[in-house]
């Protein structure tokens, strides 16, 4: 059976209309580029481990030292005491208090050659200690969400863990 090309001839091409094509691609790209929102990575700290041995040599003198948060364990992994430096913190408002220390300490200014670009914080844990109690001390020291409930004003970013103390035993 011959199939036949009713109503063209031989010699005519298909045309693309591509000006129409075109102007899709742009309106799509516009949308995209319109809609996109940029935002600070969630949970990203600046957080070094403890490493095996202490590393030699001199302090820079323009740097505070390490501001050093101790949280200690009670009954079952919970928060017995919080202590900034000396100062032990009220536990009823507990990382709020070590917050606005913090914030006095520091101060909100952040940017190049700011306290709060030099400093850096040590938690001291007990071994014990659930690891939300953790997680609420980074949170109180790094930093928050300003007024206006957009911007993150953020206080320290270098966070250091010193070993925890209370381990396990050492296997044999």
């Given at each position: ?5 009713v109503g063209r001839r031989a ?132 930093g928050y969400v300003a007024d206006d409930g ?23």
């Amino acid at each position: 059976m011959k199939v036949r090309n009713v109503g063209r001839r031989a010699g005519d091409k298909i045309e693309l209309m591509m000006t129409p094509m075109i102007d899709i691609v742009f309106q799509l790209l516009i949308f995209f580029i319109m809609t996109f929102k940029i935002i600070s990575p969630e949970g990203d700290f600046n957080v070094k481990m403890p490493i095996a041995a202490p590393s030699e040599g001199t302090p820079d003198e323009t740097q505070l030292p390490p501001l050093k948060v101790r949280l200690a364990a009670g009954e079952g992994g919970r928060l017995r005491a919080i202590r900034l430096g000396d100062r032990t913190l009220d536990r009823r408002e507990g990382f709020l208090q070590l917050h606005k220390q913090i914030r006095q300490i520091v101060g909100d200014q952040g940017g190049p050659g700011s306290v709060a670009e030099t400093t850096e914080v040590e938690l001291d844990c007990d071994y014990d200690l659930r690891f939300e109690y953790v997680i609420d001390a980074i949170t109180a020291v790094s930093g928050y969400v300003a007024d206006d409930g957009r911007s993150i004003v953020k206080l320290i970013e270098k966070i250091k863990f010193a070993p925890p103390r209370g381990g396990p035993p050492p296997s044999s």
